[in-house]
């Protein structure tokens, strides 16, 4: 917790003057301070409220972050100067500092994220409850992200959607496992009927927290909820209308903060998604942040999945229907065992080439290959045999030491997820010869055009941004990292061109992302009998099809099965040996000022606390658990100069 100070003022506080403390809006400083209130500004002022403090010889923002504060004797403070207009509300000012504990960052990031935008200067009049005659469920079909549904909430796959959603709500947090092509707007929707049950806080009532993987996902269900007669704001521009209550908040990751006083239930839609990860400092989880806040204000929490990690299968009670209900919400998965194919033929097997001049022959017809490569490991194969190379302790891809990084010593294969090293042999036939596979995605798309005789689009993550199915309606071939997942288009199918790529990602959760990847491509796919303008057809279920060399790969395997669990199982154990999060707690702290900062953390470290510097300069902190973590880190002084403290890392 940051230490609390004094703004000295040649006014002082005698007992009957109202002091507040303040958290300043200013990079770099790490302490609250205490400031008196005037009384013309006495009843705009409470916790959370932005005001105007002069802070030395500056006049800056702040948040009020506690209320009847008693200074130690003697010491004279200055006022408040002004009340620029509402903040987040009391509780979502502890839970900003939690999170700040929790993840080892600066309070006010946070609550800048639980803020407007905009100066909020007064809140309009909370929604009248609605009678539940007055409310319907919506019909309209259609899921998030992109997934084409069976617009029909009265079968049997929406009744038994509805039933997971009543029992995930029925009290606690719970992880709801719904298949990808499955809708989870039952949830949603069991969620929003809980308006009104929980109680009220600062004067305004309880609402509904909803959060969803994208800004278009979020649109859509607030138009559906909407639809459903149910009162909405979407956070963060309708910030004022949350502030009042009584509402659904929709958002993305920031709505984890949404300014609702309490709410009366709380949804993470597509909770392993990594946009719910901050990428900057304090790297916290919104997922994880929306869990806790329900649980302060004790209501159900439902963590919705298709494939939730390990994390967050550790935060509550596992609630999946009946296998054949699973089962119905994942596609066919087409696995292309590549391990006999001529090396000759690159990322081109005789299957997938028969599938994309398939797609190329019909009208109508559309596949998406994909191929990521950005900030992937550059996989080595052995030259003779083609057998990957692979970690002997963890199963990661290995990537060549040099020996100008290890001087009089030979070159080495070092694993970047565990740290082990081996040398440079083939395990399977004993070569010394390795060749690296690696082709970019403009080169594919041109080697793909020759195979399947038609023009092919290319979609990146620069240009993902153009790309709709407008744009790409002449296109039965479209190639891409997975950035083009995450548009708008449905296809017949969707080929994974190089999975090894993903499943042997020296990532702690390489595993988990490779099953979430797959998942989103399920989405993607157009349902059996449904074409592209939703009329019936003749036309063949979708399906994904793996190319891999690893075909016994867990995640694999839990795809073909339309089982996670699978996959779930077998993380358990190798986590659980290798002492890897969630078994334990990880922080990774990097930047020029790491060596300075990781040498005292190691002096301070207890018993139990791992701590150990990382090639590059980085260090690792490895705790029994989060608790521990945040005291460590928090015990620390930081030095100066540039730092990144990041806690749960989960990208490359």
Same mark, same amino acid.
């Given at each position: 917790m940051a230490s609390a100070g004094t703004a000295p003022s040649s006014e002082g506080a005698s007992p009957a003057e109202r002091v507040v403390r303040v958290v300043p809006d200013v990079a770099g400083i790490a302490r609250e301070f205490d400031y008196l209130v005037p009384d013309a500004l006495a009843s705009a002022v409470r916790v959370g409220t932005s005001v105007r403090i002069d802070l030395g010889r500056r006049r800056v923002s702040g948040w009020v972050v506690a209320d009847g504060i008693e200074p130690p004797p003697g010491v004279r403070l200055r006022p408040i100067t002004a009340v620029r207009g509402w903040g987040p509300p009391a509780s979502v000012v502890d839970l900003a500092r939690w999170a700040a504990w929790r993840w080892a960052g600066p309070l006010p990031l946070l609550l800048r994220t639980a803020s407007a935008s905009s100066l909020v200067r007064s809140l309009p009049d909370p929604p009248s409850p609605r009678s539940p005659r007055s409310l319907h469920v919506d019909a309209s079909g259609g899921g998030l992200d992109g997934a084409v549904t069976s617009p029909r909430p009265d079968d049997a796959v929406w009744s038994e959607t509805a039933a997971l959603a009543s029992d995930a709500l029925s009290g606690g947090t719970a992880v709801v496992r719904l298949a990808p092509t499955h809708d989870p707007f039952a949830v949603v929707e069991a969620a929003a009927s809980r308006m009104g049950q929980g109680g009220d806080r600062?004067?305004?009532?309880?609402?509904?927290?909803?959060?969803?993987?994208?800004?278009?996902?979020?649109?859509?269900?607030?138009?559906?909820?909407?639809?459903?007669?149910?009162?909405?704001?979407?956070?963060?521009?309708?910030?004022?209308?949350?502030?009042?209550?009584?509402?659904?908040?929709?958002?993305?990751?920031?709505?984890?903060?949404?300014? +609702?006083?309490?709410?009366?239930? #709380?949804?993470?839609?597509d909770a392993h998604d990594q946009s719910y990860h901050e990428e900057r400092a304090p790297t916290w989880a919104a997922w994880e942040v929306v869990a806790e806040r329900a649980r302060r204000d004790g209501v159900p929490c439902a963590l919705v999945s298709p494939c939730p990690t390990l994390d967050i299968l550790a935060t509550g009670r596992l609630v999946v229907g009946s296998r054949r209900h699973e089962r119905s919400g994942w596609p066919s998965v087409e696995v292309v065992d590549r391990r006999q194919d001529d090396p000759r033929s690159g990322l081109y097997s005789p299957r997938l080439v028969e599938l994309v001049r398939w797609a190329a022959a019909g009208e109508g017809r559309r596949v998406l290959c994909v191929l990521n490569r950005t900030g992937r490991v550059r996989l080595l194969a052995c030259a003779a045999c083609g057998e990957l190379a692979r970690c002997q302790r963890c199963g990661a891809a290995v990537e060549r030491r040099a020996?100008? &990084?290890?001087?009089?010593?030979?070159?080495?294969?070092?694993?970047?997820?565990?740290?082990? &090293?081996?040398?440079?042999?083939?395990?399977?036939?004993?070569?010394?010869?390795?060749?690296?596979?690696?082709?970019?995605?403009?080169?594919?798309?041109?080697?793909?055009?020759?195979?399947?005789?038609?023009?092919?689009?290319?979609?990146?993550?620069?240009?993902?941004?153009?790309?709709?199915?407008?744009?790409?309606?002449?296109?039965?071939?479209?190639?891409?990292?997975?950035?083009?997942?995450?548009?708008?288009?449905?296809?017949?199918?969707?080929?994974?061109?190089?999975?090894?790529?993903?499943?042997?990602?020296?990532?702690?959760?390489?595993?988990?992302?490779? +099953?979430? +990847?797959?998942?989103?491509?399920?989405?993607?796919?157009?349902?059996?009998?449904v074409d592209r303008a939703g009329a019936g057809s003749e036309r063949a279920p979708g399906r994904l099809l793996v190319q891999t060399r690893q075909p016994q790969h867990p995640a694999v395997l839990a795809a073909l099965r339309a089982d996670p669990a699978v996959l779930a199982a077998s993380e358990a154990a190798l986590r659980t040996e290798l002492r890897l999060p969630p078994?334990?707690?990880?922080?990774? %702290?990097?930047?020029?000022?790491?060596?300075?900062?990781?040498?005292?953390?190691?002096?301070?470290?207890?018993?139990?606390?791992?701590?150990?510097?990382?090639?590059?300069? #980085?260090?690792?902190?490895?705790?029994?658990?989060?608790?521990?973590?945040?005291?460590?880190?928090?015990?620390?002084?930081?030095?100066?100069?540039? +730092?990144?403290?990041? %806690?749960?890392?989960?990208?490359?």
């Open positions: 600062d004067g305004a009532p309880a609402g509904v927290l909803v959060l969803v993987p994208s800004r278009h996902a979020a649109e859509e269900t607030a138009a559906r909820l909407r639809r459903s007669g149910r009162p909405v704001a979407l956070v963060p521009e309708q910030w004022a209308v949350a502030r009042a209550g009584a509402v659904v908040a929709v958002g993305t990751r920031s709505a984890a903060l949404a300014p +609702l006083s309490s709410v009366a239930a #709380a949804v993470v839609l020996a100008d &990084e290890r001087p009089g010593e030979q070159p080495v294969l070092w694993c970047r997820r565990c740290d082990s &090293e081996r040398p440079e042999v083939c395990t399977r036939c004993g070569s010394t010869r390795m060749r690296v596979l690696r082709v970019g995605v403009s080169r594919v798309r041109e080697e793909l055009e020759a195979l399947a005789g038609t023009a092919v689009a290319e979609v990146s993550a620069q240009s993902a941004e153009d790309v709709d199915e407008g744009a790409l309606g002449g296109y039965s071939v479209v190639v891409g990292t997975e950035a083009v997942l995450h548009r708008r288009l449905v296809a017949d199918a969707v080929a994974f061109l190089d999975f090894d790529a993903e499943l042997l990602a020296p990532r702690l959760r390489a595993g988990e992302q490779a +099953l979430a +990847l797959l998942a989103r491509a399920a989405a993607a796919l157009r349902p059996p009998g078994v334990t707690a990880l922080a990774v %702290v990097s930047g020029p000022a790491a060596g300075d900062y990781g040498r005292e953390l190691l002096a301070a470290a207890p018993s139990g606390t791992d701590v150990r510097e990382l090639p590059g300069g #980085a260090w690792s902190v490895l705790a029994p658990d989060h608790d521990t973590l945040a005291d460590v880190l928090a015990a620390v002084s930081r030095p100066a100069g540039r +730092l990144r403290v990041e %806690v749960d890392p989960v990208r490359d």
